[in-house]
Every structure is written in structure tokens, then in C-alpha cells.
């Protein structure tokens, strides 16, 4: 036990006097936290200073909110002698080395992170990450563009963002909120979406027209695609010929397949569907159902 405590006490007296230079990263504990600099425990002969303006590039940052006695910080060794016989360390340069393989790490997993929206300029956001000023594209924040004029409402906002780019030679770190909503909304459409059945008769608005055929806006963030086959009982060269962007169609699901619905209108020309309506769901005479699609939604839970 005597040689084990021994052992112990020549690995702090190495340390103590181990040699440091200029451009090492050291780690150590915060023991005092002043208006204009923190000071370090560095297990070492002599104490670390930090400067208040080398801790962080956040503008919003704090020195006695956002450092804590007992907080183990790493930093960069500045110089070996501040003038009063203490090692001058800086947490942001410190911050940049470190910071950028975080970056790169998270950008390369996708991980998702919470950034603290700080500031609006020019088509766009800026948050901090790992201490590194990042920009958000007015494109990114939301699952729609954001216009110039609705970027300040996002200030002080919480976001689930993505590191998109993580450039450490040109200090470019562009963060995305987009992923993340589109995936709650995928989820929430695919949840949607299992409650749907196919039979059922609804009423939607064309919202494109391709060459294949026309996708119809069902509501509640949902679309199907009715087929050129499937459009009407002629044959057509192409669905701008029965069809306009806009106009209100009343189509049955005839599948429902990875999430994606398969529609037609040809179907409800051979059958005797009845009128849609929001307050009930009727039957036909050989069991199809016709209801309105946020009818049925609400009826679950949406």
C-alpha cells in the first residue's frame, strides 16, 4: 500500500514539472472565477490564467454564468509566463482545435444537436456550436424558405439541427434545421396514413401534373398520385388534356403502398359513388366507404 501511495506521489511530482511549451493543450479545474480572467488548478507548479476575451467567440457569452468553479476546461498555452510567474492559457483557441473534429464528427454522423438561435443577418441565422459560429440558411430553419422579414422570430429559439458543413480551412460551419421537422413530418404523414384504408373515396386538389400522371393534395400534408391510366376511362396523351393545376377531383385509394397512396378517378366512373361530406361516413350499396379525408383523420386523433 506504502509503495502504491509513493508511486502515486512521484506521478504528481512529474507532472508538476513536466515540461510545457507554447501551442500545447492542457487541461485543468477551475478554482477561481474574477470579472476579467478564470484560474486554473493545472496539477503543475504553477497556477493558468484565462482571459476573459479568450474563453469564447459567443457574443452572448458570460464569464460568472457560463463558468463554474470545480469546471474542467482545456486551453491552449498562449505563453509559459504572463509576467507574474503564471502560464496564460486561451479556451478559444483551445475551442477551435477540438471544436472542429467535434464538427466534423457530428457532421459525418448526422447526429443531431440543440442550438440557441442568437442572432438574424442577411438570408439567415446565426447559432453557435462547440463555440464556433455556425450559419443557418433562411432555407434550412424551417420545412419552408423563411422570408427576410420573419428571421428575427427566430431569435432565442431552440432548434434540433444538422452540421452540414464543418469547412475547418475556410472556418465555414453551416448548420440545418430542415432534417429534423421533415422527419416529424414524415412520421406524422406515415401515421396519417396508416389510418387510411383503401376503398376509401375522398375529395382533393390537383397540385401538379406530370406526364405520368397528376398528384392530388389530399390535405393534412398528404398527396397521392392518380396514374395517367387512371384519370378517366379515355385514353389521353397526357393529363393537362382533363386536368388543370388547382382544380377539385374526387378520387378513390386503390393502394397504399411504403407509405405512398395510389388514387384513381376512372374507379369512381364505374361505380355510383355518393356525395362527400364532412359529417358522415356512408356505405355504398356493395360496402365502399366515401367520407372526407379530415373527417377521418379527426375520428383518429389528428
Not at 13 to 26: C, M, Q, T, V
Not at 138 to 155: G, I, P, Q, R, T
Not at 208 to 237: D, K, P, W
Request: charged residues 30%; aromatic residues 6%.
Amino acid at each position: 500500500m506504502a509503495e502504491e501511495t509513493m508511486n502515486d506521489f512521484k506521478d504528481e511530482i512529474d507532472r508538476s514539472f513536466r515540461k510545457i511549451k507554447e501551442g500545447d493543450i492542457l487541461e485543468g479545474t477551475v478554482i477561481d472565477v474574477k470579472d476579467t480572467e478564470v484560474v486554473l488548478d493545472l496539477k503543475y507548479y504553477t497556477q493558468g490564467i484565462i482571459r476573459a476575451e479568450d474563453l469564447s467567440d459567443d457574443p452572448k457569452f458570460s464569464i460568472h454564468r457560463d463558468i463554474h468553479v470545480g469546471d474542467e476546461i482545456s486551453a491552449t498555452v498562449v505563453s509559459t509566463d504572463d509576467g507574474y510567474g503564471n502560464i496564460l492559457l486561451s479556451k478559444k483557441e483551445a475551442n477551435q482545435i477540438v471544436a472542429w473534429d467535434k464538427l466534423k464528427e457530428l457532421m459525418n454522423s448526422g447526429e443531431y444537436v440543440d442550438v440557441k438561435i442568437s442572432e438574424a443577418v442577411k438570408s439567415g441565422c446565426v447559432a453557435f456550436l462547440e463555440g464556433i459560429r455556425g450559419f443557418i440558411p433562411a432555407s434550412k430553419l424551417d420545412l419552408n424558405y423563411v422570408e427576410e422579414s420573419d428571421l428575427d422570430s427566430f431569435v432565442g429559439k431552440t432548434l434540433k439541427i444538422k452540421v452540414i458543413t464543418a469547412d475547418e480551412e475556410n472556418r465555414k460551419l453551416v448548420l440545418s434545421g430542415r432534417e429534423f421537422l421533415k422527419e416529424q413530418a414524415d412520421a406524422k404523414r406515415a401515421e396519417m396514413i396508416s389510418n387510411v384504408e383503401v376503398g376509401l373515396v375522398t375529395e382533393g386538389v390537383v397540385e401538379s401534373l406530370q406526364n405520368y400522371g397528376a398528384f392530388v393534395n389530399l390535405g393534412n400534408g398528404m398527396t397521392g398520385l392518380v396514374h395517367i391510366s387512371q384519370i378517366c376511362n379515355q385514353r389521353i396523351a397526357h393529363p393537362s388534356s382533363v386536368l388543370k393545376v388547382g382544380q377539385k377531383v374526387k378520387v378513390k385509394v386503390t393502394a397504399i403502398k411504403d407509405g405512398k397512396l395510389s388514387l384513381s378517378m376512372k374507379a369512381l366512373e364505374e361505380i355510383a359513388a355518393t356525395e362527400i361530406t364532412e359529417e358522415k361516413i356512408e356505405f355504398e350499396s356493395d360496402g365502399e366507404a366515401t367520407t372526407s379525408l379530415g373527417d377521418l383523420l379527426k375520428k383518429a386523433g389528428f
